[in-house]
């Protein structure tokens, strides 16, 4: 058992068991935690891609109904199931997908994804040391490499040593971020002007509901990763509903940041906008240090979900596979993954809301808000992850329509909760409620 001191509390950090209530703390912990989670590249991208169709009123609406609506609700359920069971995602999983399942599927997939936003972020923010530096991280390949490791292991530091390590990371990176919002904003006003930005009215090349499904898509993660933080906090609607304040707060002025710095510049490369801005040396420096909020996060949902795949519960274990994930994602983040951004952005609008949806109506419409450690496989989750992303993929590229990740996930809500209601009138097993069963056999006694 790892056990970490902060302040008078004693703060566990174990991968699989359940954080005891004790040890839960005040909504606010979790809050500036997710709002380091939102402090990300991607977000100052998608931002910077939404400006490429829309002018600064348009892009207002599409952050009020992204943030304020969607994600806000989903990060509220999840974080409330994390809360209420003090289990990280990939442990709540077993409930509904099973022992088996959560860990080969659920927690897998958590890792890949994860590894994947982790050297997304770590070749960008190679690419701004490099700038910063005065390297061309176009041409001079091996120079931006030994950059990118060394800023992807010092990322990576805190959340390997634990929980109570990134809280304290965030409490000072947070404000970073913030500096580099007004840097932003002072720069994108110098060099552009505001009339130039306020008067920004391009020809769309995409609709506002595919510029929501782009919001969201930069953000699903969270619907299914959320718990692995609230586990902290205490088990009350009211502060699960609080805590997605912090996504709200980083999330809807820095989305505008990378709107407003790419007016004129016409890239969703965030370097090469800063470059075109003329930031100072320093800019870049804080980019990195704002942009380790998110990392921290990413970083430690992979080493939780490895732990689970791996079955290991201790804090040392988790440690250690936390370690090996980033040397993956550091193997990654060298191999090009950021040429592939919108495509990977896409895959995990996809993959994530099936899951989720699964989670949230075993949790809350089967399950009675109980978490059981189901052992084995559970097919009807199967069916309902499979089904789900059809829905998903057909409605993001076959026939475009709607919300994909929306339509997804309550896509996953109804076959998982009909498809768990059919197994338990014809062969209910060990992931049949037990009041299911009951009813079940007095029907049959009828």
């Known amino acids: 058992m790892e056990e970490k001191a902060v302040g008078k509390t004693m703060v566990r950090d174990e991968a699989l068991s359940a954080i005891p209530k004790s040890e839960r703390q005040h909504w606010l912990t979790p809050a500036v935690i997710f709002g380091g989670l939102e402090f990300t590249i991607p977000v100052l991208m998608v931002g910077a891609t939404l400006a490429v169709s829309f002018g600064m009123s348009s892009i207002f609406w599409i952050l009020a109904v992204s943030l304020f609506v969607f994600q806000w609700i989903g990060n509220a359920l999840q974080g409330y199931i994390g809360a209420k069971t003090g289990r990280s995602s990939s442990v709540i999983a077993r409930t509904s997908f099973g022992a ?61 040593i634990g929980y109570a390590s990134m809280k304290w990371t965030d409490y000072i990176a947070v404000p970073a971020g913030l500096l580099l919002i007004g840097a932003g904003i002072f720069y994108a006003l110098n060099n552009t002007g505001w009339e130039t930005i306020s008067a920004w009215s391009p020809e769309p090349t995409m609709t506002f509901l595919m510029a929501v499904s782009l919001v969201i898509g930069v953000n699903v993660s969270q619907w299914v990763i959320a718990s692995d933080y609230t586990r902290y906090a205490k088990p009350r609607a009211k502060d699960n509903i609080l805590i997605p304040l912090g996504i709200i707060a980083v999330g809807f002025p820095l989305f505008y940041v990378g709107a407003i710095m790419s007016v004129g510049v016409g890239s969703a490369d965030i370097v090469e906008v800063m470059l075109n801005l003329g930031f100072p040396v320093w800019g870049f420096l804080i980019l990195w240090f704002a942009t380790w909020t998110s990392q921290l996060v990413n970083n430690y949902s992979m080493g939780l979900a490895l732990s689970n795949v791996m079955n290991v519960n201790s804090g040392r274990g988790r440690a250690l596979l936390t370690f090996a994930g980033t040397i993956v994602a550091i193997i990654v983040a060298l191999a090009g993954v950021l040429d592939y951004f919108m495509d990977f952005l896409y895959m995990t609008a996809l993959i994530y809301p099936a899951i989720a949806g699964v989670m949230m109506a075993d949790f809350f419409l089967v399950r009675n808000k109980q978490w059981v450690d189901n052992q084995g496989w559970n097919w009807m989750a199967t069916i309902a992850i499979i089904v789900a992303t059809g829905v998903g993929y057909y409605t993001q590229y076959v026939q475009p329509f709607g919300l994909p990740a929306v ?36 029907n049959n006694v009828a």
């Open 100 to 160: 088996l399942q959560a860990r080969m599927i659920v927690g897998l997939t958590i890792f890949v994804v994860s590894t994947g936003w982790w050297a997304l972020q770590t070749a960008v923010a190679g690419n701004a040391i490099s700038a910063m530096l005065g390297i061309d991280y176009t041409t001079q390949w091996f120079a931006w490499a030994v950059i990118t490791v060394i800023a992807g292991l010092l990322f990576a530091v805190p959340s390997i």
């Open 407 to 442: 339509q997804s996930l309550l896509a996953a809500v109804v076959v998982y909760y009909a498809a768990m209601k059919i197994k338990a009138s014809s062969a209910p097993d060990q992931f049949t409620p037990d009041e299911w069963k009951a009813g079940n056999g007095k």
